[in-house]
């Protein structure tokens, strides 16, 4: 069969990657054209589009670059009517995507979400799209399946979480090896976790950075998104005790003592990697006092969304300051709240559902795909 795939951000990327591998083993035959990233590219099949062309945050931003936004949408609408392929899949990114499944439905393309949009976050209006315009929704949270099935009548499948798979099939590294390449001390590691946009991270990696010369027992260490040059990131490397590493960051999470990470799906990472963290967010003033006004969540991370509790602590838009930021790492660095905090990572884990999930979801799709052929 002939599999379209759209993926938006870098962990779409990562989880189209391990979809794939598992599309090829269910079925040997299968033609992927795909936008995504490097990994996506890695597994197999034609790369349209990578997304760090794709990206941008924020209501002010999408607003700046529509043009752009609409001229990839009508690429993407080209290249699906020359592919001609018998299931379009989609993950996450929904601005995008939710606009390519309208289209491609009408035309009779059969159209699956592995990673459902985030409506129970902001925009649950877009059940009644996603009801008329998606034949088969795979979800990864546990409280996905109750917030379709029960609230609104719509039958999804939990696939499990697909962050479990890609972090224990990693291959392992040597850590002495690690900081001996990585030019890294013996120091204990906090990592950095900006995210992967450029305007993220450049509202993010000053203030994290902030609280370096505070602990100088310990080195801090900048997660380097692939999709962004080093040239990007050098500007904020102002002291000896900070350090960057590129397209690593499972190998630095697995050897990190603590973190500051940027809210999204990384804050769940961080925790399958068993790291206490403190969550930090700093978006524009203008989108900020957009989305505090539609969404409707208690917390921003999907740790504490997953576990409905507060178990790592979010500093969002003013509190992300370098007072907070300091007195918080301070906190995760004390053995009686670390404790804490590893406990509440190991109940996380066992509510994800194990490992599984992207070899289930394309089973799922497959079998889907052959039950109308």
Same mark, same amino acid.
């Given at each position: ?104 439905? *009408?035309?009779? !393309?059969?159209?699956? %979400?592995? $990673?459902? +949009? ?5 925009? @649950? =209006?877009?059940?009644?799209?996603? *009801?008329?315009? !998606?034949?088969?929704? %795979?979800? $990864?949270? +546990? ?5 379709? @099935? =029960? ?223």
């Amino acid at each position: 069969m002939k599999y379209y795939i759209i993926a938006g951000e870098a962990s779409g990327d990562l989880h189209g990657s391990n979809l794939m591998k598992s599309l090829y083993i269910e079925d040997p035959t299968a033609e992927i054209r795909f936008w995504g990233g490097d990994l996506m590219q890695s597994a197999g099949g034609i790369l349209v589009k990578h997304y760090r062309d794709l990206s941008f945050m924020g209501f002010i931003e999408v607003v700046m670059n529509l043009k752009t936004i609409l001229n990839n949408i009508k690429i993407c609408k080209k290249d699906i009517l020359e592919f001609q392929p018998d299931v379009l899949v989609f993950i996450d990114y929904p601005g995008f995507n939710m606009r390519i499944a309208k289209w491609a439905k *009408k035309l009779g !393309i059969k159209t699956h %979400y592995y $990673i459902s +949009p985030q409506i129970w976050a902001w925009k @649950e =209006n877009r059940i009644k799209d996603i *009801k008329r315009d !998606i034949d088969n929704m %795979y979800v $990864i949270l +546990p409280f996905e399946k109750d917030f379709y @099935e =029960n609230k609104h009548h719509f039958k999804v499948e939990f696939v499990g979480h697909p962050l479990i798979d890609a972090i224990h099939n990693r291959i392992a590294v040597n850590e002495i090896e690690f900081r001996r390449e990585n030019n890294l001390s013996d120091k204990p590691i906090i990592a950095i976790l900006p995210g992967s946009r450029k305007q993220e991270i450049s509202k993010m990696l000053k203030v994290m950075l902030s609280v370096v010369a505070d602990f100088p027992e310990y080195q801090f260490v900048i997660a380097g998104a692939p999709s962004q040059e080093y040239s990007f990131y050098s500007t904020f490397l102002t002291s000896k005790n900070c350090h960057f590493i590129s397209n690593k960051t499972y190998d630095l999470l697995s050897f990190s003592f603590a973190a500051l990470v940027t809210s999204g799906t990384a804050t769940l990472e961080t925790a399958l990697f068993k790291v206490p963290e403190v969550v930090c967010y700093k978006g524009s003033w203008f989108s900020y006092q957009i989305a505090k006004r539609i969404v409707t969540l208690k917390y921003i991370s999907l740790v504490n969304l997953i576990m409905d509790k507060e178990v790592v602590t979010e500093l969002i838009q003013e509190n992300c300051n370098t007072k907070n930021i300091k007195m918080e790492l301070q906190k995760v660095l004390d053995p009686k709240y670390r404790k804490k905090i590893l406990e509440s990572y190991t109940s996380l884990e066992m509510k994800l559902g194990g490992n599984g999930a992207s070899q289930k979801t394309a089973k799922l799709i497959v079998n889907n795909m052959q039950k109308i052929r």
